[in-house]
Structure formats: structure tokens, C-alpha cells
């Protein structure tokens, strides 16, 4: 049978990998575990870094899942028929494992054998070449072996058909896409030559390079400063845009009439007396992210994912109040409720925290339909001093502070015979856009591929201090969550009290004790019941249901710290330097909070290797 609704499509996609020897892994969380560089899980590659960079993957050199991403880059285009803030990402990787030809022999077998695509609706398109690297005339060869015709295959530059570095330098290559036939009458041309008319469902990268700064070059860098190498390990890293392949195999002309987003719509339709698809659309898929988001631990505040989650909440309210939808603190909680019916089941932490999340949204609802509140007045005043127009950067200052969308500005100014400086809103528009993209940018880049030195030392401290803690305050210990960023560790614990000065000096003495006695540090492969009967200890329970690495601390006299972690960490304790906490406090009910830096270290660190027996 046609894998048609979404959940069989994301199963067919998993069993098919399976069949082809990929160990199915579970999605991970959307906010990275010790990647300080970026907010959000972007793309299912993402918690893949270091295995992409070399470290061993206990899964194997197959590994495939589906993977819930945030990219708010995208937000402006939100509202159109494909653009999603948050979208299931399925991907299959080889480890240095199969490369171009069996990938897009696979690719096009998923494609036109178990989703039944007929290769008449498919296009592809391959990197152009330029003097980083040659055309990759090896990946259109392929697709012609499998079936595809020479005027299907698009050649495209760097900007389309290239994936990667995340960061300045790191591993990247040629990317090769495939399309599906949305433009009127039979299909026809490609990609390059009538590009509107093809919707990309998948992207293939081949990580075949490395790009690496050329030695002596100076401090500012160039693009001509950097090499493109050959990569020892050669990696692939796909994602299928879930959503967007089930519209197609559905025959319905966006993503939010698909089987499991179009409920969401109708659910938004009963509360509007306004019929707008756009405002309706951005409702939808704002509510539907910050459900997920919520749910992965996040609630909104002024800085970091929270604020995120923030803008995306009232985003969503003032497209609720252009379709004149009441927002008093229940109509957020209310389109939250069907999301999680229509995912709880594929996604469990929706249905465990729904309590949280309809408490989350209501707050945040209610205090905005405040701020809208405020914003009048401040409108009522600025009218009161205008002649006749409403001037930009003042139009901009409401939609900005107090949320007030052009248009709802606009329709106000009307009713008192006033204009807006649509032209000098616009402009003020695009400066922030550009200042808040450059800053998402930076963000990005900084290192996704960058497990820094400094990170990864971080990280073997947070393990020393996780089994610090349990040695002086006992076995209720337990990891509730971690954050490193390149300056400092942050830690979650559960413990019911205030720690005492003398405990805080006690833990900071163990772990500079263990960094003194420069512990060798090494991980061998287990299974989770074997791991808990070696007494490790780890949060990735649910996470890895098969095969688990266990990083361990200590030498033969003695074990500091055992726990299951995916890695990588320093090769001994010794590299890490002096550690210092600097703040005890309270996380939560029962859960308490340590931040600590680290100083002194090792500029340069090996990573810890494999124990081979
Ligand atoms: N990392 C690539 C992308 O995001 C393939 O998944 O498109």
C-alpha cells in the first residue's frame, strides 16, 4: 500500500533505511545539548557533528531518523505554501560508509518504488563547479543510471548545490536535490530552467571536503584564504522535508492541508470572524512551534530560545487579532490542545507536558493582550500629535514594542482620516530584519561543526562534577539538564536543599582532584541494560534504545565517573585545567543549578578514543 498519511510516510522512510542496514536512531531534543553556538536543532545533521567529524557512532557507519528542527530564518517566508518553522527532517548518513552511488540509488528507490513517485515528476540538480571544486558530473551520471533524463538534471552553483561548512571551516561538499513537479500541464525543463515549477522534497550532501584555512594567511580572512582538501572520512547527510513530500503524495497544494496540519486549520477557522489564509497559516504553524518547543523544555522569556518562543507566541496572536480572534488566554491553549492530538503519539513529550504547555501559552497570551492594551494608548497619543501622517520609525516603534502589524496601524490611522508612512515603516523594517538576521547568522555559524577545545572541556568537567556531587551529596543525583557555552558550564541537578558552603568546597576540591590525578578517559560500546549494570549513569535512556557509549573516567586504582554520553571529551583529566563553581541556586521545585568556569587548561586537547580490550 502507497504510504499516503504522514505517519506512514516517516515510518515507510525509517523501515525502508532499516532494510538497507541504517540503525534507526530517535530524534533529539530541539534544544542542542552542549552546542552553545546555535538555539535550535536546524536540521537532523545537527546532533550528528561529531560523528561527522570522526567520533564513532555507536549506531554504526548507518545511521537514519526523523528529526523535529527549528530554522527561524525562514519567518518572513512563513505563510507561503512550504515554508514551516518547525518541520520533521528525515535523513540517512553514511559514516564514511556508502557514498554518491548507492545514496542516490537509494534515494531513488525510496522515491519512485516506495513512495510510488513516477520519475516523470521528479528533477534533480547537481553542483555547476567552480575553482573550489569540478563540476560533480559523478553524481548526474548516477541519476541517469537509475533512470533520469539528461534535461531533468539541473546544474546549479555553490549558493544552491553546495551544504556546509556550518561553521567557517569543517567539513562540507556538493549537494544534489530532488524535486517534484508542481507547475501546470505535463512536466517539463528543471530546476535551472523553470525553477518555480519544481518544490525541493530532499537534499542529498556529499561531504567530500574539508575547508580549512591555507597556513600563514592573515587574521582577516577572505574567501581566498581557504582550501578546499579532500576528506579523509567521506560522509552523507540527507534530509527529506516530511511535510512538504506529504502535500505532494497527498495532491494538495501546501503543507498545512496535509493530513495532520489541516485539523489545525480548521481549528483556527472556528474562532475567526475574518476568512485569512496567510494570517491563518502563520496561527497555525507559530502555535504548532511553540507547542514543541515548550515541550523540549523552553518557556518564553526575554533572551535566548525563550525569546524565540516569545516572538513566535505573539506572532501568532497578532495574526489572531487581524482575523479578529479574542485572545484572552484561552485561544492559544485551544489550538495547542489539537496539535497535540494530532502529534502526541509520535511525539510523547507533547502529551506529558501538555499541562505546562497550555499554562505556558495562556500566561504569555494574556500578558500580551496587556502590551496590545498599552500599545493603543501610545497610539491614541502619537494620533493626537500627527497632522496628517503617521511617520514611519513611529509606525515601525508599534509594531515593534507593541506588536501592532501594519496593517492594524493602518486601520486605525483610517478611521481618524490619517496616513502612514508605509515607505518609511518598510525601511525600518528591513534595518532591523537585516540586524536580527546578521545576529541568527553569526549565531549559526559560530560553530555548529566548532566542538571547540574549550567545549569539549567544558563537557568532561560537567561529567567530573556530575559524579563529584553524587560522592558528597548521595545517589539522588541525577542530571536534569546541561548547557555549555565556550565560557562556562551550566548544570542541573536534582537535590532538594540549598547546598552549604562546605559541600559547594567539597565538590570543587573533587573535581580539581580528579583533573590533578590526570585520569586517562576513554568509551567503550554497551547496550542501555548493560550500561545500568556497570552502574552508569546517563540521561539518554530513551534516547538511544540500542547500543549506548559509556565514557569512562579513572585508571585501575579507580573509576571517578562512568557515564553514558555520546561525546566527545578531552583524553585526560589533566587537559582541563583549574575549576571553579561560581553560583549555587535554584533551577526549579527539587532541581538545583551550578554554573562553573574552568581555567589553565591545555590550548589544544586529543579526544578521548575507544578502550580496546
Ligand atoms: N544538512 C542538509 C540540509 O539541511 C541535509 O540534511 O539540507
Given at each position: 500500500m502507497l504510504p499516503l498519511s504522514t505517519d506512514k510516510i516517516r515510518q515507510a522512510y525509517l523501515d525502508f533505511f532499516a532494510s538497507k542496514d541504517h540503525?534507526?536512531?530517535?530524534?533529539?531534543?530541539?534544544?542542542?545539548?552542549?552546542?552553545?553556538?546555535?538555539?535550535?536543532?536546524?536540521?537532523?545533521?545537527?546532533?550528528?557533528?561529531?560523528?561527522?567529524?570522526?567520533?564513532?557512532?555507536?549506531?554504526?557507519?548507518?545511521?537514519?531518523?526523523?528529526?523535529?528542527?527549528?530554522?527561524?530564518?525562514?519567518?518572513?517566508?512563513?505563510?507561503?505554501?512550504?515554508?514551516?518553522?518547525?518541520?520533521?527532517?528525515?535523513?540517512?548518513?553514511?559514516?564514511?560508509?556508502?557514498?554518491?552511488?548507492?545514496?542516490?540509488?537509494?534515494?531513488?528507490?525510496?522515491?519512485?518504488?516506495?513512495?510510488?513517485?513516477?520519475?516523470?515528476?521528479?528533477?534533480?540538480?547537481?553542483?555547476?563547479?567552480?575553482?573550489?571544486?569540478?563540476?560533480?558530473?559523478?553524481?548526474?551520471?548516477?541519476?541517469?543510471?537509475?533512470?533520469?533524463?539528461?534535461?531533468?538534471?539541473?546544474?546549479?552553483?555553490?549558493?544552491d548545490n553546495w551544504w556546509g561548512p556550518a561553521g567557517q571551516t569543517g567539513p562540507c561538499g556538493p549537494d544534489t536535490e530532488m524535486f517534484y513537479w508542481i507547475g501546470k500541464g505535463d512536466p517539463h525543463g528543471n530546476p535551472e530552467k523553470n525553477e518555480d515549477d519544481w518544490l525541493e522534497i530532499w537534499n542529498d550532501v556529499f561531504m567530500q571536503y574539508n575547508k580549512k584555512e591555507e597556513k600563514d594567511s592573515k587574521e582577516s580572512k577572505e574567501e581566498k584564504d581557504f582550501v578546499f582538501e579532500p576528506l579523509a572520512q567521506k560522509n552523507v547527510d540527507t534530509g527529506m522535508g516530511l511535510e512538504r513530500t506529504a502535500a505532494v503524495l497527498q495532491g494538495v497544494s501546501n503543507v498545512y492541508e496535509t493530513d495532520r496540519m489541516k485539523p489545525i486549520m480548521d481549528r483556527v477557522l472556528l474562532f475567526a470572524d475574518?476568512?485569512?489564509?496567510?494570517?491563518?497559516?502563520?496561527?497555525?504553524?507559530?502555535?504548532?512551534?511553540?507547542v514543541f518547543i515548550i515541550a523540549d523544555g523552553i518557556t518564553p522569556s526575554n533572551v535566548d530560545q525563550g525569546y524565540v518562543l516569545r516572538r513566535l507566541i505573539r506572532?501568532?496572536?497578532?495574526?489572531?487579532?487581524?482575523?479578529?480572534?479574542?485572545?484572552?488566554?484561552?485561544?492559544?491553549?485551544?489550538?495547542?490542545?489539537?496539535?497535540?492530538?494530532?502529534?502526541?503519539?509520535?511525539?510523547?513529550?507533547?502529551?506529558?507536558?501538555?499541562?505546562?504547555?497550555?499554562?505556558?501559552?495562556?500566561?504569555?497570551?494574556?500578558?500580551?493582550?496587556?502590551?496590545?492594551?498599552?500599545?493603543?494608548?501610545?497610539?491614541?497619543?502619537?494620533?493626537?500629535?500627527?497632522?496628517?501622517?503617521?511617520?514611519?520609525?513611529?509606525?515601525?516603534?508599534?509594531?515593534?514594542?507593541?506588536?501592532?502589524?501594519?496593517?492594524?496601524?493602518?486601520?486605525?490611522?483610517?478611521?481618524?482620516?490619517?496616513?502612514?508612512?508605509?515607505?518609511?515603516?518598510?525601511?525600518?523594517?528591513?534595518?532591523?530584519?537585516?540586524?536580527?538576521?546578521?545576529?541568527?547568522?553569526q549565531r549559526f555559524s559560530g560553530g555548529l561543526a566548532d566542538q571547540s577545545t574549550e567545549t569539549t572541556k567544558l563537557h568532561t568537567a560537567t561529567h567530573l562534577l556530575d559524579a563529584a556531587l553524587r560522592k558528597v551529596l548521595?545517589?539522588?543525583?541525577?542530571?536534569?539538564g546541561s548547557n555549555i557555552t565556550a565560557e562556562r558550564l551550566r548544570f542541573d541537578f536534582s537535590h532538594g536543599e540549598k547546598m552549604?558552603?562546605?559541600?559547594?568546597?567539597?565538590?570543587?576540591?573533587?573535581?580539581?582532584?580528579?583533573?590533578?590525578?590526570?585520569?586517562?578517559?576513554?568509551?567503550?560500546?554497551?547496550?542501555?541494560?548493560?550500561?545500568?549494570?556497570?552502574?552508569?549513569?546517563?540521561?539518554?535512556?530513551?534516547?538511544?534504545?540500542?547500543?549506548?557509549?559509556?565514557?569512562?573516567?579513572?585508571?585501575?586504582?579507580?573509576?571517578?565517573?562512568?557515564?553514558?554520553?555520546?561525546?566527545?571529551?578531552?583524553?585526560?583529566?589533566?587537559m582541563i585545567g583549574s575549576f571553579k563553581i561560581k553560583k549555587e541556586e535554584s533551577s526549579s521545585a527539587g532541581v538545583r543549578r551550578i554554573k562553573a568556569t574552568i581555567s589553565g587548561g591545555s590550548d589544544e586537547v586529543e579526544v578521548a578514543q575507544e578502550h580496546e580490550e
Open positions: 540503525t534507526i536512531i530517535p530524534g533529539a531534543p530541539l534544544v542542542p545539548e552542549n552546542d552553545p553556538t546555535v538555539l535550535f536543532t536546524t536540521a537532523g545533521m545537527h546532533p550528528l557533528v561529531p560523528y561527522l567529524l570522526g567520533e564513532s557512532h555507536p549506531g554504526g557507519k548507518r545511521i537514519a531518523d526523523c528529526q523535529r528542527c527549528v530554522r527561524t530564518q525562514d519567518i518572513d517566508e512563513v505563510g507561503d505554501i512550504s515554508h514551516l518553522t518547525l518541520f520533521e527532517m528525515l535523513g540517512n548518513w553514511s559514516l564514511g560508509d556508502y557514498f554518491k552511488e548507492e545514496a542516490i540509488q537509494m534515494s531513488f528507490e525510496f522515491l519512485t518504488e516506495v513512495l510510488e513517485i513516477p520519475k516523470e515528476k521528479l528533477a534533480v540538480t547537481c553542483f555547476c563547479g567552480d575553482d573550489d571544486a569540478p563540476k560533480d558530473e559523478e553524481a548526474a551520471n548516477y541519476w541517469k543510471a537509475v533512470g533520469i533524463p539528461e534535461d531533468r538534471i539541473g546544474f546549479l552553483p555553490k549558493k475574518i476568512k485569512d489564509e496567510r494570517n491563518q497559516r502563520i496561527i497555525v504553524d507559530h502555535i504548532k512551534a511553540s506572532r501568532a496572536i497578532r495574526s489572531a487579532r487581524q482575523l479578529r480572534i479574542e485572545h484572552d488566554g484561552t485561544f492559544t491553549p485551544l489550538i495547542a490542545e489539537i496539535v497535540i492530538e494530532q502529534y502526541g503519539h509520535i511525539y510523547g513529550n507533547l502529551k506529558d507536558k501538555e499541562k505546562e504547555i497550555r499554562d505556558a501559552l495562556s500566561i504569555e497570551e494574556l500578558q500580551f493582550s496587556k502590551t496590545l492594551k498599552e500599545g493603543i494608548k501610545h497610539f491614541e497619543k502619537v494620533v493626537g500629535e500627527a497632522a496628517t501622517k503617521i511617520d514611519g520609525v513611529t509606525a515601525f516603534h508599534l509594531y515593534d514594542t507593541y506588536g501592532f502589524p501594519l496593517e492594524l496601524t493602518k486601520e486605525m490611522a483610517q478611521e481618524r482620516g490619517l496616513d502612514v508612512d508605509e515607505q518609511g515603516f518598510n525601511i525600518a523594517f528591513k534595518g532591523h530584519q537585516e540586524k536580527s538576521r546578521a545576529g541568527a547568522e548521595g545517589k539522588h543525583v541525577f542530571q536534569k552549604t558552603p562546605e559541600q559547594i568546597a567539597q565538590v570543587e576540591d573533587l573535581v580539581n582532584k580528579a583533573i590533578e590525578a590526570d585520569f586517562p578517559i576513554s568509551y567503550h560500546i554497551t547496550d542501555v541494560k548493560g550500561a545500568k549494570e556497570e552502574d552508569a549513569i546517563g540521561v539518554f535512556d530513551e534516547r538511544y534504545d540500542n547500543e549506548v557509549k559509556v565514557y569512562v573516567v579513572g585508571n585501575d586504582k579507580m573509576i571517578f565517573s562512568k557515564e553514558i554520553c555520546g561525546g566527545p571529551h578531552v583524553a585526560r583529566t589533566g
